[in-house]
Structure formats: C-alpha cells, structure tokens
C-alpha cells in the first residue's frame, strides 16, 4: 500500500503525517508512507488544498487534517 | 453456542466489531442542549469578563499597594486587566469562528468563485477570503485550484489578499482594546484594498507572468470531497481550533502586552508623536517598508498597536503598519514565486504597498 501525504511542510502537514503513522501502526498493515511537497506533482494528482492523504492514488481527504479513525477506515 | 469471528471477518454479526461508520444519532448533540450549554457558557463568559476592570484596579491599587497614576501601578494595572480579557475574547472569538468556517471549505469556494466575472468576482472573492479557512503554506495548492477552476487572476489576488489580510484575531483584539470603530475600519479597508488591488491586477493582464506548468493546468481537473457534518462535528472543530490557535498564540499576546504595558507606564505621552504622527508625512510609507519583511500573527502586533496609539502615533500610519505586517510577509511571498514570476510578486507587493499607503494617508488626513 503507498500511502502519499500532500503538504508543502507545515504544521498541518506533519500532524496528518502523525496521525496517518499512527492508523497504520494501530492497524498493523504494511504502507509505505511518502511526503509529497512539490506543488505540480499535487496538481497532479488533484490535490489543490492540503494538507491531503492519498491512498493508492486515490484522494481520501484535502484540506484538513484527518482523524486517526477515518484513516484507519480508509486502510481497511 | 457462540464461534468466535475472526478479526475483519465481514459476516452479519455486529458484536464483535464496533458498530458501522458513526451513528450519528447518538453521537450528535441535540441543538436543544447545545444552546443552553452555549447560553450558560456566555453567561459566565460575560460575568468574568465584567469583572475584569475593577479586578485589576484592586490588584494594582489596593492588593499591591501602588500608586495610582505612577508609572509602575499603571504599568501593572494594564498588564493584569489587558491579559485575561484578551485572553477571553480570543478564546471565544477563535471559537465562533472556528465553527462558522466549517460551513465554507477551500473547494466550496473555489467553485462559487468560478462562475464569476470580474468585479463581482473580487468583491465575493474578498468576502469569501474572510470565512474560508487559509493557512500562508496553503497558499500555493489554493492558487493552483483557483487558476485551473478558471477563476480570474485578479480575482483569485482579491483572495489572497484578504485571507491573511482581515484576521479574526486582530479584528476582535482591536474591538477589545480599541473599540469598534477601529475595528470597523480595519474591516472596511482591508475588504476595499483587497477588492481594488486584485481587480487593478486583474486589469493589467498579468497571466504571462505565472509560472508555465501553472498556465497548462486547466485542462486537469481537481478532486473534491465534500463531508457530511453534524454539530457535534462543527463544534469540535471550532474547540480544535482554539486549542491550537489559542495554544499557539497565548504567549505572544502576553509577550505584546507587556510591552504594551511598559509603553503604557514609562514612555512619555508624546514619544511616538514626533516620529509616528501626522507631521510626519514619510512615516506612513517608511511604516509599510518596515512591516513587510516583519511577520508577525496578528494577536501579537494588536497590544503594540494599542500602546502606539495610546502615545500619540497617528491612526493611519499605525493601522499601515499593522496592515502591512500581516498582509504581506516575506514568507508568503518565497512560496508563492514556486507559482509565479518575480515580476508578478513585485506587482503584487507594490499594488498592496499603495493601497495601504493610501489608507494610511486617508485616515491621517480625516482623523
């Protein structure tokens, strides 16, 4: 599972990185978890609000920094 | 009988696992107990809040002993009534709105703003700057969503513009410590440099000057996730949003009203009148010059404001200072050249710079 988590480096962005960490140690899968902080490679993907996670290259959220539990949800 | 499931088995049973994805019913407050918690909750807020000036006076005067009207006493009764009541309003100021932006997302606005020309579009987009949720490092992703939405250059700088430019913690701190007018026409002038500077952008046919890969992108097309909320849900948010706008700014409100304070106590009344008022007609472009490369939040620069005031700097050039603070930053202006090209920066900062000069000028010359 690649996990992508969209965010030019703020605050926001490395509390959703924690928080998606956490889902998947709590869940025990395996995903690697990659930081994509370059603006075109997000318009690429169709990520044009952050901080947003992206789970096999489908958009989960955008904008806001996801609960543990709704990535846990979308791990399953 | 009773076999027990294995983990993730998706049969029937419900015991095993927690119940499916939310149910809303139990987890949402009725409105019913959300207004009288909120009622009680205000009344309270409004009781301490009353009590505030007589506390501080009894502090300072009587518990301490000083002298009234001495430069220490004075000093420390600013500083112990200034604090909490800040403290207090931000708290719920950061809350209501917190709450009022879960109504407005990023991708809601950008959708609104798509379908609209020029003009209407920067007044909407100025409004909208207001109540959307906007952070200086979302700046860029939101800029892109906006180009490739086919929203208006100018249209998109009204935004933002206003975004970091009217700043609810600065609005309701100058509310707090300098009243409403002055709160009002930060409000004001900030929604008119924000709707006039993007609509001069916008007629200066800037598009050649983004980036190329920026121009390229409206053919793509972008994802929005829209989430069903309950109360339960905007209430949490606007908590979130005190625990960490509160959590974060708390230390440079005290920090501001201390110095506030000392200003208040020790410089003479005058002090700041020669270099910071009216007669002096290059404070207000010299106190744009000096803002831009400060960045600092909002909740700090208000107490400063205020003690500025209080010493007989001029409200405009004082109002441009702050204006200038906020609005533009060095910071903001680094990520945004990833999309745009310096000559475009430089307008934009030039075209803002004026503006706030011109209100500086303005409230110099009538007030």
């Keep these: 599972m690649v996990i992508q988590i969209c965010g030019p480096g703020c605050a926001a962005c490395d509390k959703t990185k924690e928080v998606v960490a956490a889902a998947v140690s709590a869940k025990g899968v395996g995903a690697a978890i990659i930081k994509v902080n370059d603006f075109q490679e997000m318009a690429k993907l169709g990520v044009f609000s952050t901080p947003a996670v992206v789970i096999n290259g489908v958009v989960k959220c955008v904008g806001r920094v996801p609960k543990q539990v709704e990535v846990e949800e979308w791990l399953d | 009988m009773e076999p027990i499931q294995p983990a993730g088995d998706n049969s029937g049973c419900n015991c095993t696992k927690p119940a499916a ?52 006493g004075d000093a420390v009764q600013f500083f112990v009534y200034d604090t909490p009541k800040v403290m207090l309003l931000l708290t719920l100021i950061v809350f209501v709105v917190g709450v009022l932006r879960s109504f407005f997302t990023q991708e809601r606005t950008r959708k609104y703003l798509a379908g609209k020309r020029e003009s209407a579009g920067n007044v909407m987009a100025a409004l909208l700057g207001i109540v959307t949720p906007f952070c200086s490092c979302s700046a860029v992703p939101l800029f892109l969503g906006f180009v490739q939405a ?55 046919k800037l598009e050649g000057w983004m980036e190329d890969w920026v121009r390229e992108l409206r053919a793509g097309e972008s994802i929005v996730l829209e989430r069903q909320l309950t109360w339960t849900d905007r209430l949490e948010q606007g908590r979130d949003a005190v625990r960490d706008i509160v959590g974060k700014v708390w230390i440079y409100v005290i920090a501001g009203i201390a110095v506030g304070a000392a200003i208040h106590g020790y410089v003479p009344q005058d002090f700041m009148a020669a270099i910071m008022g009216k007669q002096a007609w290059w404070s207000v472009p010299a106190a744009v010059v000096v803002g831009i490369p400060m960045y600092s939040n909002a909740a700090g620069i208000v107490p400063v404001v205020e003690a500025l005031l209080g010493k007989g700097a001029a409200l405009g ?9 906020i609005a533009l930053s060095l910071p903001e202006m680094i990520i945004l050249r990833k999309v745009l090209k310096p000559q475009l920066i430089a307008v934009f900062v030039f075209v803002v710079g004026s503006g706030i000069v011109c209100i500086g000028y303005l409230f110099n010359s009538i007030i």
Excluded: D
């Design chain 2, 317 to 325: 050039t004082v109002l441009a200072f702050m204006m200038s603070v």
């Design chain 2, 21 to 72: 994805p939310h149910p809303v019913a139990q987890r949402g407050l009725s409105l019913f107990n959300i207004c009288i918690v909120g009622t009680l909750g205000l009344g309270l807020w409004s009781a301490v809040y009353a009590h505030l000036l007589p506390f501080s006076t009894y502090f300072a005067y009587s518990l301490l002993g000083l002298q009234q009207g001495s430069p220490l």
């Design chain 2, 150 to 204: 086919g929203v208006p250059l100018g249209v998109t700088f009204s935004f933002l513009i206003a975004a970091p430019m009217i700043n609810e913690i600065a609005l309701v701190l100058l509310y707090g410590l300098l009243g409403w007018k002055i709160a009002a026409l930060y409000l004001g002038t900030g929604l008119l440099i924000a709707m006039a500077a993007g609509w001069v952008i916008g007629r200066l």
